[in-house]
């Protein structure tokens, strides 16, 4: 993808992409990012790095660091359930716990690092609305469609050279009014991508 001019859209909130190699600025969470906090209010918007605390929390709990610096749980033990009480963040502003930047409820923090990536896909749309456009959607279902599926759906229809695939497992579909700018395979997503 290096070379290639493209934007993730992803309700994924766990990195994967990142890890994978792709750029962060051309990606956005939009349903949050498991690697913030937030206020569990929250009494402000502000998200706050994570992974010193949760390491910390980790190692409460029994886990050791493997070489690379990843964390692992030793050999027939088991993790504790529980961190001491010291250790769990709460808000700088309110003192209230915090809790994971994720959109599970009202109390979900848009901090401006998540205004600025949705200003910059909202122009990265509008600079290709007019061009050859590949709206990739892998492995999306239906608990939460409007974000991607449908948007992709919508686009794709008013959009003169947009092409819509859908690569899923079980519910790879596309509407009738989009059928002749789709293609839709259903198969297991790891095995598409190697035959590609």
């Known amino acids: 993808m290096k070379d290639k001019d493209y934007f993730v859209l992803t309700t994924n909130v766990d990195h994967r992409f990142q890890k994978a190699g792709f750029d962060k600025h051309r990606l956005f969470y939009t349903q949050g990012d498991y690697g913030l906090f937030q206020c569990s209010r929250p009494c402000h918007q502000n998200t706050y790095a994570n992974e010193a605390v949760i390491r910390e929390m980790m190692k409460a709990q029994g886990y050791g660091i493997d070489t690379d610096g990843t964390l692992i749980l030793p050999e027939g033990a088991a993790p504790k359930m529980m961190v001491p009480s010291d250790i769990v963040p709460h808000c700088p502003k309110c003192g209230e716990p915090m809790s994971m930047n994720l959109r599970a409820?009202?109390?979900?923090?848009?901090?401006?690092?998540?205004?600025?990536?949705?200003?910059?896909?909202?122009?990265?749309?509008?600079?290709?609305?007019?061009?050859?456009?590949?709206?990739?959607?892998?492995?999306?279902?239906?608990?939460?469609?409007?974000i991607v599926k449908y948007s992709f759906w919508r686009m794709t229809r008013e959009w003169k050279d947009a092409v819509y695939v859908c690569l899923n497992y079980g519910e790879a579909c596309a509407p009738d009014e989009i059928e002749?700018?789709?293609?839709?395979?259903?198969?297991?997503?790891?095995?598409?991508?190697?035959q590609l």
Not at 124 to 133: G, T
């Open 105 to 146: 409820d009202h109390a979900f923090a848009e901090d401006e690092g998540w205004y600025l990536v949705s200003e910059r896909y909202a122009k990265f749309l509008c600079r290709h609305q007019n061009m050859k456009v590949l709206f990739l959607e892998a492995a999306v279902g239906f608990n939460t469609p409007t």
């Open 180 to 194: 002749k700018k789709s293609i839709c395979i259903n198969g297991d997503i790891g095995e598409v991508l190697d």
